[in-house]
């Protein structure tokens, strides 16, 4: 079988997007990535038939270094955080060279057409517990920390995991659609945007943006809904060069994949949740089947801020954006700074309590 991504021209933040020219909508940029064995291993990937579009597009207890703004891998955006660190109030904005911009919209999907990569931003870093997440609702969407009635939420330790076992983040200018339901897997999208683990060697910094190769996919159903996982390295990792696909990361990194399954079947145990399901029988899809996803629900995004013929309501989601031209809702370059300085300053905060790190075993008393 080919291997194959959907992807569209690079574009810099600097210049706003227009319909029908955006970095992400030009059709027919189809591009083969490599030849796959025929005999990959069936707990691994297997080819399925999925609709197209044509549209591009050691665990050791780790503290966070934490500064009000850093630069990151990707040189065209930096991250501020503001607020207090370890309470409610902590908030990461992603920035250009021009100034804070929207992580779920401003930033393309294509990193580099001609090498088939990709942006994502990077919401929790490795061996960490917090559960950080772009908030779809607010404007600008920064990186806040999850709660559940009134508590901010932690990701707990199924022994032998600590925290998350990757850069956790997701990919800009995707949308999983509540209204639509995956033909694969019969399920709805979760109204998020397309989750990635970043497997590199890197413990990234929240708000990071890397630029990605894509290696395939797991196709996890939460609560019913359609989640997939991409399975993605950043470029500038030592082993990129190797990792083209998901049998170079069973030989290099072997055991890594269904860890990385186990790891989703069985996080939320510990809070009194049932294991989680996957579509095909937990299978991991290929780069190609991946790839038609990232096409699909980069759509679903265009028709989520106003930018195809089909309009999807955006419900409670905040379309707003300051790059994308031609959507329905645009905020001005002096909006977006008030946004930022209407946020506190950075500051320390409270110690992270220590039952965080509590290593929970009910998996394996059932």
């Known amino acids: 079988m080919k291997l194959s991504l959907l992807t569209g021209k690079h574009a810099l933040t600097c210049c706003r997007l227009s319909q029908g020219l955006s970095c992400v909508s030009v059709p027919n940029l ?57 309470t409610d109030t902590l908030k990461v ?9 929207s992580p779920f919209h401003d930033i393309p999907l294509v990193a580099n057409s001609e090498a088939n990569t990709f942006h994502i931003v990077v919401e929790i870093p490795r061996w960490t517990n917090a559960k950080m997440e772009i908030d779809t609702k607010s404007p600008l969407h920064p990186i806040v920390q999850d709660q559940k009635k009134g508590k901010l939420r932690y990701v707990a330790n199924s022994f032998p995991h600590h925290g998350y076992i990757w850069n956790y983040g997701c990919f800009p200018q995707t949308w999983e659609n509540p209204n639509h339901k995956d033909e694969s897997t019969q399920a709805n999208g979760d109204n998020d945007p397309v989750d990635c683990c970043e497997i590199g060697h890197r413990v990234a910094k929240r708000g990071d943006v890397l630029e990605v190769k894509v290696l395939g996919t797991l196709a996890m159903i ?18 990129a060069a190797e990792l083209n696909n998901l049998e170079d990361v069973e030989k290099a990194m072997p055991g890594f994949l269904a860890a990385t399954r186990d790891w989703f079947r069985i996080y939320k145990i510990p809070d009194g949740k049932p294991e989680n399901n996957f579509a095909f029988d937990g299978e991991y899809q290929d780069a190609e089947f991946a790839g038609k996803i990232l096409n699909e629900t ?64 009910g998996h394996l008393k059932q």
């Open 222 to 239: 939460d609560d019913g809904e359609a989640d997939w996982k991409m399975i993605v390295i950043d470029v500038s990792d030592p082993l």
């Open 298 to 361: 980069n759509l679903y995004w265009k028709q989520l801020v106003g930018l195809d013929e089909v309009a999807e309501d955006p419900g409670k989601l905040s379309i707003g954006n300051v790059l994308v031209e031609g959507s329905k809702e645009n905020i001005s370059r002096e909006e977006a700074s008030s946004i930022l300085s209407e946020a506190a300053e950075f500051s320390s905060g409270p110690e992270q309590e220590t039952s965080v790190d509590t290593w929970h075993y």
């Open 30 to 86: 189809s591009r083969v990535l490599l030849a796959s064995k025929s005999s990959f291993s069936r707990s691994l990937s297997y080819p399925r038939s999925h609709p197209t579009t044509n549209v591009a597009l050691n665990y050791p207890r780790r503290t966070l270094t934490t500064t009000s703004s850093f630069n990151m891998p990707v040189e065209l955006y930096s991250a501020e955080e503001r607020g207090q660190e370890n």
């Open 93 to 101: 904005f992603v920035k250009d060279s021009t100034g804070p911009i």
